[in-house]
């Protein structure tokens, strides 16, 4: 067929306008988001006194979503591909006792136990999802009741490791990530200690992961795999190295915020993950993720993760109890996801 | 036969059913006796299928009219129609798996007692049904744990208890042994001495003198013709079944040169997957049809060639080099394309757009040290999206949003920019138009003046007898017979298919 010239520059052109209008509804998406945000922000502050919109408290919202934001990014690989994992929060405990009691045994401190510590965390997380992904992969079996018993193995051994208690830290070297600042210099006008370390990981981890999603070929074959895993195989992929890799994704993600916690409260305790592996499906959905599979973002997850975290600061400032806590952030899920898919609806006809 | 006198028990006139770009029924007429088994033939496609589910009450006809015992009735769903007396048995049963026969039987139709199930008076129901019968099954274990021909026999006691005078049975003896057709013959005789009325839908033509009473033959959405099966002879019946001249859009096939040599050999092949012992080579600038009956095996065979389904025998060998079937990948590696039948499960990831499907399966070469190059993908989906004259408003469309030609072409485009040798091409104008078609066929040519070896799987007879060099006709997974371009006639091929000639 001949090569005309016109008709390469214009579906060139309309790749391009299909580009530029990406490019736009991302933008009016982002000032519409931004809107509701200042509204919703001005409303918050009248409601919390004048609480809520302080640098402090600001710096408190994202330190607090740390540990859930960084769950969320593995979940979310794993809910683009169709799955689940129902047991990172069991994996952040036993995760954290198990490097807890390793600290605890290392005769050196310092930033080399910072490291050795965080590479056993990893290990045994993403052994952990290894576990979780054979059963998948191999035999097929959904990922809802491998990751379910996991749930329930990593809990019983934290607990068994730890013999029902919280495992104290005695090396210092973890204060810094649990407790330390950066900038603080930068930040002293604003009357803040700093930007703390803890956000600069959950910020770093958030940067590789979303890169890896958008950008790479790995990140290609995960939507390929949720979107239709049938096709992705006749392509090629190696479907089950794809799916493996996201379930250890996972238990990793699991690991890092374990030791973010172990720092945090110089402790690896046995009880910290109870209900944070729904709370990080919720911050995936409500970014925006499909649980069908193939469809979702990091940046979204990041956004579900932040939502929620405003919610629950805001509703610990105005004095709400917990169990209506509990009612408002239910509603306020259903919501977002009702939502959303009603946007997707308007937007498909 | 009985009844032949006064009025069918059920008479279809002019029915017309049109889905968009073809008229899958144009005008059939069709009439059933009480107590009549009446054979319904014809191709895939024939329009069998949408007659029945026209009477059914699963589609709505556009025009026509349906009378039972002489009187119009409107069947607008599947409870119009059972009310009506009208049984369909489904090749896919419709059972449920976890219960029982009785809890089968009776499903929908519970009798009660209060708010609770009467289980005994179930039970009776039931046992009336399979008394009158003369058979027995097993009560006590759930309908998965039973054989196929158990499973049809409580689909046909479902129609009885609902009181079906007409049964309609699609391809009833396509799972079972020889005594379980010669037992589900004999409870068919002994319904129709009852009055019981049954469509039958088969292509093993050779069952149909033992069991039909007459017989209409399906051809392009047209019932051409209606006789007692003593009156039709098996070669006419086949001619009538096949016989339209070959469509004219199909183009001239380059000959294959003396000299070119074996792309693809394919030696003793064997699968899980019903493929066995399958042995055949193609040459450069060949196309090699598979032909036979829907579920020979056809697409089986090109499935393990092409590592969907991993062989448990065999060689295969492209262009002289041994290749190790592990996977699609290793497959893929070797140059071997497959396009496969469904291509919305199969081909393409819909959600995703033209410019990710196109490179889905060489995306190692766009995307250097793991990071994806955006713009020499877009520029090859671009020159693609040109090649094919693939009609989407740009790279960037999401799959779904296209018409099944188009997507078909992506799933074309998908492999053509990885340079295969052989294409394996699984019905590969299925629901397409014909513009598109005549595109695709086009394309194929234009391959194999590149040397390429193209298998082409294809259950429409003209497009696989128009688009062929040599035709090998799949019998029960393996190889049938092989016919020549000239030898390959409609008759010969559905006679090999269908058992009845080797």
């Known amino acids: 067929m001949e090569q005309t010239p016109n008709v390469k520059a214009s579906l060139e052109q309309q790749t391009e306008a299909a580009r530029s209008a990406e490019r736009r509804t991302f933008l009016v998406r982002a000032a519409a988001a931004l809107v509701g945000l200042v509204a919703l922000v001005v409303v918050v502050d009248v409601l919390t006194h004048g609480n809520f919109l302080t640098a402090g408290n600001l710096t408190n919202v994202l330190r607090q979503i740390t540990y859930n934001a960084i769950l969320a990014v593995g979940q979310t690989f794993v809910i683009i591909t169709a799955g689940i994992d129902l047991s990172v929060g069991s994996l952040i405990e036993l995760t954290g006792v198990v490097m807890a009691t390793f600290a605890n045994a290392m005769p050196f401190g310092g930033f080399g136990l910072i490291v050795a510590t965080l590479c056993v965390g990893l290990a045994v997380g993403c052994g952990a999802g290894f576990v979780n992904a054979v059963p998948v992969v191999r035999l097929n079996l959904p990922p809802f009741i491998t990751t379910l018993a996991m749930m329930l193995m990593a809990r019983g051994l934290a607990f068994k490791l730890a013999h029902g208690q919280p495992v104290p830290v005695r090396s210092d070297a973890f204060e810094s990530i649990g407790t330390g600042y950066v900038l603080s210099g930068l930040m002293a006008p604003l009357h803040l200690p700093g930007i703390p370390i803890a956000v600069l990981w959950m910020a770093a981890i958030f940067i590789v992961f979303g890169v890896l999603l958008a950008r790479t070929r790995f990140g290609r074959y995960v939507y390929a795999i949720g979107g239709n895993e049938e096709a992705a195989r006749l392509a090629g992929i190696n479907v089950a190295a794809v799916k493996t890799a996201v379930y250890m994704i996972s238990g990793g993600c699991a690991a890092v915020s374990g030791l973010l916690l172990m720092s945090r409260f110089s402790s690896g305790s046995p009880q910290t993950g109870i209900g944070t592996e729904l709370q990080s499906i919720a911050a995936v959905v409500v970014g925006g993720t499909s649980l069908m599979g193939g469809r979702g973002a990091i940046v979204g997850t990041f956004l579900g993760a932040l939502l929620i975290g405003v919610l629950n600061n805001v509703m610990n400032l105005i004095g709400i109890e917990s169990y209506t806590q509990d009612i408002v952030l239910g509603v306020v899920i259903l919501l977002a996801v009702v939502l959303d898919e009603l946007r997707k609806r308007y937007l498909a006809r | ?502």
Request: hydrophobic residues 45%; proline residues 5%; negative net charge.
């Open chain 2, 1 to 502: 036969m009985s009844g032949q006198t006064g009025d069918p028990l059920l008479s279809m006139r002019g029915i017309v059913k049109a889905f968009p770009g073809v008229r899958a029924l144009d005008g059939v007429s069709f009439d059933v006796y009480a107590g009549e088994v009446h054979a319904l033939v014809g191709e895939n496609g024939a329009g069998k299928s949408t007659l029945m589910k026209v009477l059914a009450g699963a589609y709505r006809a556009d025009e026509g009219e349906i009378f039972v015992d002489g009187k119009p009735v409107v069947i607008d769903g599947p409870r119009a129609a059972e009310a009506l007396g009208i049984g369909m048995i489904y090749q896919e049963f419709s059972l449920v798996p976890d219960l029982g026969a009785v809890e089968n039987i009776v499903l929908g139709q519970e009798p009660m007692r209060g708010p609770f199930v009467d289980g005994v008076a179930a039970a009776k129901s039931a046992a009336a049904v399979l008394g009158d019968l003369g058979i027995a099954l097993p009560f006590d274990r759930p309908v998965r744990r039973m054989s196929v021909a158990q499973q049809q026999t409580i689909e046909i006691c479902k129609s009885l208890v609902r009181k079906a005078r007409l049964i309609v049975m699609d391809e009833p003896t396509a799972a079972l042994t020889d005594r379980e057709i010669e037992a589900l013959f004999g409870l068919i005789k002994r319904l129709q001495a009852q009055g019981v009325a049954f469509v039958y839908i088969s292509h093993r033509l050779e069952e149909l003198p033992q069991i039909a009473d007459r017989i209409t033959v399906l051809r392009d959405g047209r019932a051409i013709e209606t006789r007692p099966i003593a009156q039709m002879p098996r070669d006419e019946l086949i001619h009538l079944m096949v016989g339209r001249p070959l469509d004219a859009h199909f183009p001239d096939l380059p000959p294959v040169a003396a000299d070119a040599p074996v792309v693809l050999r394919v030696r003793g092949l064997s699968a899980a997957t019903h493929v066995r012992d399958v042995s055949f080579d193609v040459r450069a600038g060949e196309i090699v049809g598979l032909a036979g009956l829907v579920g020979a095996g056809r697409t089986e065979i090109v499935r393990a060639i092409a590592g969907a389904d991993v062989p448990t025998a065999g060689e295969v060998d492209v262009a002289g080099k041994r290749i190790l079937v592990r996977g699609p990948h290793s497959a893929i590696e070797a140059g071997i394309a497959l396009i496969p039948e469904d291509r919305k499960a199969q081909g393409l990831v819909l959600g995703m757009t033209v410019r990710e499907n196109t490179t889905l399966a060489h995306l190692d070469a766009y995307s250097p040290g793991g990071f994806v190059d955006r713009k020499a993908e877009e520029r090859v989906t671009h020159e693609e999206i040109e090649e094919l004259r693939i009609r989407t408003p740009g790279a960037e469309q999401i799959a779904r949003n296209l018409s099944g030609g188009n997507q078909q072409k992506i799933v074309l485009a998908k492999w053509l920019i990885g340079d295969a040798k052989v294409y394996l091409f699984d019905e590969p104008t299925r629901g397409i138009d014909v513009g598109a078609k005549a595109e695709i066929y086009a394309l194929m040519l234009e391959l194999l003046g590149c040397g390429a070896a193209i298998v082409m799987v294809s259950s429409e007879l003209p497009e696989v007898l128009g688009m062929s060099h040599r035709l090998l006709v799949i019998r029960d997974g393996a190889i049938g017979g092989e016919l020549s371009r000239a030898e390959a006639t409609p008759d010969r091929v559905i006679a090999i298919a269908t058992g009845v000639a080797a």
